[in-house]
C-alpha cells in the first residue's frame, strides 16, 4: 500500500539483493513516527506470504530414536515446532500457524482422532492458503482417502506428509519432506488439486496412493501415477489440476462436536488364502455391519465361502490381496434366481479403502443398491 510520508529508495542497482533506506518526505515526522511507518510496510509485505495452517499428528516425522543408526523401535516425540525448527528457511516461503491434534504413531489413529482431523482441516479451510497435515505413513493412505471422501476443499490444497526415517537419524527424510510439503501447499499451482501426498520427492493423490513398501525411503506408490515431484525448490506437476474421478463426497453426521462422540459403522477386513473356510465369516457376521474380503485374485473365493457370503445379511465388498488391478463384477459370485446379492465389487480399492468407503456409506444408511452405485460411480466397480 503507497504510503505518502516515507520515501524508499534503493542502494543496491542488484534487485535480488537489493537494500533501501527509508526517508521522512515530511520534516515533522518524527523517529518513533519512522519506525512505526517501517513496521507497517514490513507487516504488510510480511502479508503477502501465503498462509499454511499445520496440523500435526505424530508419526515417524514426529519420531526419536536412541541414537543415530536407529530406525526401528523409536518413539513419537517431536512437536510441530521441533519439526520446523528444523526448516528455518521455510519462513522466507510463507506464514504459518500450527496445531498439535495428537502426536501418535499412525496404528493409533482411530474414529474419533479422524474426526479431530476433519474439523481441524474443515476450520482451517477459509483463513488459509493451504493445509498439511503431519502423519505416520503406515496408515496416512486411509486418513488421506477420508479427507478426501468428507470435505470439498475446494481450491486450497491438502497435503500429508510423513518420513521413514525418525528425526534423530542419519539422513531423516522428515525436515526434507516437511519442507517440500509446506512448499507445495503455498505454491498456487497446487490450487484444485484437492487432498494430496508429498513424501520422497514426489507429489501423488491422497485417494489413490498406497505405501507400498514398509521400510524404505520410497514407501509409497500409486499405479495411477505420480501428480509430480520436486527438485531443487521447483515443483514440477504433470497435468493440469485435477481431481479424483467420481469421488463421492459424503456430509459427516456426529451428535455433537465432541470426536469422542463419533463413531462410525463397524467393518472388518477378512484375508483370503489358499483352503480358506467360512468359519471366520460366521464368527464375524453378527459382530460387524459389514465386511470386506481381500479376496486371492480379481475377486476369487472358493465355491463354499461365496455360498456363505450370499447367505449374509450384511454387505461384503469384494477387494483384492494384490496390491494392483481391480475387481470385475464378471467375477462377483451369483444370487440365487430372483435375489438381490449383498456382494460389491470394489473396483480398484483396495481392501482398507474399501473399508473406509463401505463405513461412510452404512453412516448414510445407503441400501444394497446405492453402495454398489457408488463403487461403481467411482472406481467402475460394480
Ligand atoms: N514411517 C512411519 O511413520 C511409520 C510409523 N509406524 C507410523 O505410521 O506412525
Not at 337 to 365: F, H, M
Amino acid at each position: 500500500m503507497p504510503n505518502d510520508s516515507v520515501a524508499i529508495t534503493t542502494i543496491c542497482p542488484d534487485v535480488e539483493n537489493s537494500q533501501f533506506t527509508l526517508q521522512s518526505n515530511n520534516p515533522d515526522v518524527s523517529p518513533v513516527q519512522m519506525e512505526e511507518a517501517i513496521l507497517t510496510i514490513a507487516a504488510s509485505q510480511h502479508r503477502s506470504l501465503p498462509r499454511i495452517k499445520i496440523l500435526g499428528t505424530g508419526g515417524t516425522i514426529a519420531s526419536k530414536g536412541a541414537d543415530s543408526s536407529q530406525t526401528a523401535g523409536y518413539h513419537v516425540d517431536l512437536s510441530i515446532q521441533d519439526m520446523l525448527d528444523a526448516i528455518p528457511d521455510i519462513s522466507r516461503i510463507c506464514e504459518i500457524e500450527y496445531e498439535q491434534l495428537c502426536n501418535v504413531d499412525s496404528k493409533n489413529i482411530d474414529e474419533s482422532l479422524l474426526f479431530k482431523i476433519y474439523k481441524g482441516v474443515s476450520e482451517s479451510l477459509q483463513s488459509f492458503d493451504g493445509i498439511v497435515i503431519t502423519h505416520g505413513t503406515d496408515t496416512l493412505s486411509e486418513t488421506a482417502f477420508f479427507i478426501e471422501s468428507t470435505i470439498d476443499a475446494g481450491d486450497v490444497p491438502i497435503v500429508f506428509v510423513g518420513s521413514m526415517r525418525p528425526s534423530t537419524s542419519v539422513s531423516a527424510d522428515g525436515p526434507m519432506n516437511l519442507y517440500q510439503a509446506i512448499c507445495i501447499a503455498s505454491d498456487p499451482k497446487s490450487r484444485g488439486r484437492s487432498v494430496l501426498v508429498s513424501l520422497n520427492d514426489q507429489i501423488s493423490a491422497g485417494y489413490y496412493i498406497t505405501k507400498t513398501n514398509a521400510n524404505s525411503l520410497d514407501s509409497f506408490n500409486v499405479r495411477q501415477g505420480y501428480l509430480g515431484n520436486f527438485v531443487n525448490n521447483e515443483i514440477h506437476y504433470y497435468y493440469p489440476p485435477v481431481k479424483p474421478q467420481g469421488c463421492h463426497k459424503f456430509k459427516l453426521k456426529n451428535k455433537t462436536d465432541e470426536a469422542s462422540d463419533f463413531h462410525l459403522p463397524m467393518v472388518c477386513i477378512l484375508y483370503g488364502h489358499q483352503s480358506i473356510t467360512s468359519k471366520l465369516l460366521e464368527l464375524v457376521q453378527d459382530h460387524y455391519d459389514g465386511i470386506v474380503i481381500a479376496t486371492m485374485g480379481a475377486g476369487s473365493m472358493p465355491d463354499k465361502v461365496n455360498k456363505i457370503c450370499l447367505q449374509c445379511k450384511i454387505p461384503i465388498v469384494y477387494s483384492k490381496r494384490s496390491m494392483d488391478g481391480m475387481i470385475p463384477v464378471a467375477n462377483l459370485p451369483t444370487p440365487e434366481e430372483g435375489k438381490e446379492s449383498n456382494i460389491v465389487a470394489s473396483g480398484y480399492l483396495n481392501p482398507e479403502k474399501s473399508r473406509i468407503l463401505l463405513q461412510l456409506c452404512l453412516a448414510q444408511d445407503y441400501s444394497i443398491g446405492e453402495i454398489r452405485h457408488v463403487f461403481r460411480g467411482v472406481y467402475g466397480g460394480a
